[in-house]
């Protein structure tokens, strides 16, 4: 191969493929060059003027290199792999680093495999992740574990890439025993270790990164950030459906730090990825608040390579590989063809692969083993009127709590009229039957129940609903199908329903059909009072986060991320609370 590449580029031989006339985005020195870019056998030749056996015309058009998305949950596109990649790859991303985190907690170790042998048929590089924290958390029900004996005999595989976001930054920084076994682990194998370390500052920051973790997606204020940076971490920028910081982070970024900058989804559904796009997305967006577009495409190109190790990645220039994107314009980013190693696998927005012949092992079905539920099971018994509840911020996925106050009738508490839900959390792994219970206020719903089975990150049931009989026949909804998204309407007595049979997280159906299905429920959902602010489902799913400050509910109970501790539904009236009356609503 090196001899073809070097005749190929010596101009003894012609290049398999020609881009003539490119005007190309050169993330090595910041400029726009011009010249013919050669490929020959996956990887580019050399840029100045060739000729090939097959030859296409970009001067109208910007070649950049494919973007790498730096950290992303495939289960959170409720696609399979087959189908994410074929909304993905047309917008012109062509490497993720994929953390299989949420199939993991369901599924263990085989639902890991699953995403991996899944994604080798198309023609999108997945660099899997080992995921570190399974479950995220000690204090809280998943359907597999995935210790540190564990990852010591699974890093090594030849489908495993590096160690996922490291969201237990307590056991980092306190030195847990287990937690050094997996960091060791990835460290004796040169894997990288990705960060997950929302507000860790300081002298627990150092702590965090000797652990050997080099990024961090979860900045908050910009004087973390830049402490990140300076201690010579890599910041991804995010862009995701519930979880979005692209914008405000990118104001940190200057000419010396630009090139510790990446940039990521996260999270991001089927709708966002069908009707606003992936990467794509993110730079349009970056550039429209005024960014420099040059800086945007190699932050989520070359940046993101270098980040994680990978070579000739990121670039266009001579040994390079030719994942490339031809788009319109460094402004609005649509993506004309789309190269994988030099192969079009994509045109005018369009997928030139086919995905019908989906990977599917009865090891990550059939996931949702709940037990029977009544309505008496969504009593919340109190001995007095005030409770701590939730609280939430549309687009953010860190949460409030404030006392309120509320209608204790019958031994049990009466929402109806108010801006305050119930909020559950149903253990679905067929483990120990617990529910959670909490009160969130402001989410909007009204009239019924509504849940899913993607709740971050042991997946099982979480639930919102102001009446008890609907959020039974929610949960048993969700027990039939096999996983997945419901609304019960109380007035209409109707159940509304999308299945995601793989893990409860995802569909084995083709992209365009679960994007309509799963827009008509979102919709439904609105149109029972969510605050269009919300993402309807997938803020829900977020509520359970127990890595994400500042309280969140766990099948086990409200818990106070900050203390990493469990707190009491029931509170106080007192001079040290403040007393929030919720709000009547019509």
Not at 75 to 101: C, F, K, N, W
Not at 429 to 456: C, D, E
Not at 480 to 492: L, N
Request: hydrophobic share 40%; net charge negative.
């Amino acid at each position: 191969m090196i001899e073809k590449l070097i005749n190929v580029a010596a101009k003894r031989e012609k290049a398999e493929l020609v881009l003539k006339n490119a005007r190309y985005v050169n993330v090595f020195n910041g400029k726009i060059e011009s010249g013919d870019i050669a490929i020959h056998m996956g990887k580019i030749a050399g840029i100045g003027s060739y000729s090939g056996v097959e030859e296409i015309d970009v001067a109208n058009f910007t070649v950049v290199p494919g973007y790498i998305d730096g950290h992303v949950h495939i289960e959170s596109s409720q696609l399979s792999p087959e189908e994410y990649a074929s909304l993905i790859v047309p917008r012109g991303t062509t490497t993720i680093v994929a953390d299989p985190h949420e199939i993991g907690n369901v599924c263990g170790m085989p639902g890991i495999e699953y995403i991996a042998k899944a994604s080798e048929n198309v023609p999108l590089d997945v660099k899997i992740m080992l995921p570190s924290c399974v479950p995220a958390t000690p204090f809280e029900t998943s359907g597999a574990v995935i210790d540190g004996a564990e990852i010591e005999r699974n890093i090594d595989s030849g489908y495993i890439y590096g160690l996922a976001e490291f969201m237990n930054y307590p056991g980092v920084i306190g030195a847990d025993p287990d937690v050094i076994k997996k960091l060791e682990a990835a460290q004796k194998s040169r894997k990288v270790i990705d960060g997950h370390a929302p507000t860790v500052v300081g002298d627990e920051l150092n702590a965090y990164i000797c652990g050997g973790i080099s990024t961090d997606h979860e900045c908050v204020e910009n004087s973390e950030l830049e402490e990140k940076l300076a201690k010579g971490m890599y910041v991804h920028l995010r862009h995701g459906s519930s979880t979005r910081n692209l914008v405000s982070n990118s104001k940190s970024v200057t000419a010396s730090n630009m090139r510790r900058f990446i940039i990521c989804a996260d999270d991001r559904h089927a709708a966002d990825l069908k009707e606003k796009g992936d990467m794509d997305d993110a730079l349009r967006t970056l550039v429209r608040s005024g960014f420099n577009p040059i800086w945007a495409v190699t932050i989520a190109t070359l940046n993101t390579a270098e980040a994680y190790g990978m070579k000739w990645k990121g670039g266009i220039a001579p040994n390079w590989t030719a994942d490339l994107v031809v788009v319109d314009d460094l402004e609005n980013f649509n993506a004309k063809y789309v190269f994988k190693d030099g192969k079009m696998v994509a045109k005018d927005g369009k997928p030139l692969f086919d995905t019908s012949k989906r990977y599917l092992p009865e090891d990550v079905l059939n996931t949702v083993h709940v037990r029977d539920v009544r309505p008496d099971d969504f009593k919340y018994e109190i001995n007095g009127n005030f409770v701590n509840a939730m609280t939430i911020k549309p687009g953010n996925i860190v949460t409030g709590s404030e006392v309120v106050r509320v209608k204790n009738i019958g031994g049990d508490i009466d929402v109806s009229g108010t801006d305050l839900l119930k909020l559950v959390v149903v253990e679905r792994h067929g483990v120990n039957g617990n529910i959670g219970k909490g009160i969130l206020k402001g989410y909007g719903f009204r009239g019924g129940a509504m849940g899913i089975t993607i709740a971050h990150d042991s997946h099982n049931i979480i639930l919102l609903g102001d009446d008890n009989a609907s959020m039974a026949r929610a949960v048993e909804e969700l027990k039939t199908i096999g996983g997945g998204m419901v609304i019960v309407d109380s007035a209409e007595n109707r159940t509304y329903s999308l299945p995601l049979d793989i893990g409860g997280l995802m569909s084995s159906k083709a992209a365009e059909s679960l994007q309509r299905e799963s827009k008509a429920l979102i919709e439904r959902a609105y149109s029972m009072g969510v605050d269009r602010e919300q993402e309807a489902f997938m803020s829900l799913a977020f509520l359970s986060l127990s890595v994400i400050p500042k309280v969140k509910i766990l099948d086990t109970g409200l818990f106070d991320v900050d203390k990493f501790a469990f707190m009491p539904l029931e509170a106080e009236e007192g001079p040290k609370n403040k007393v929030v009356v919720n709000v009547k609503v019509k």
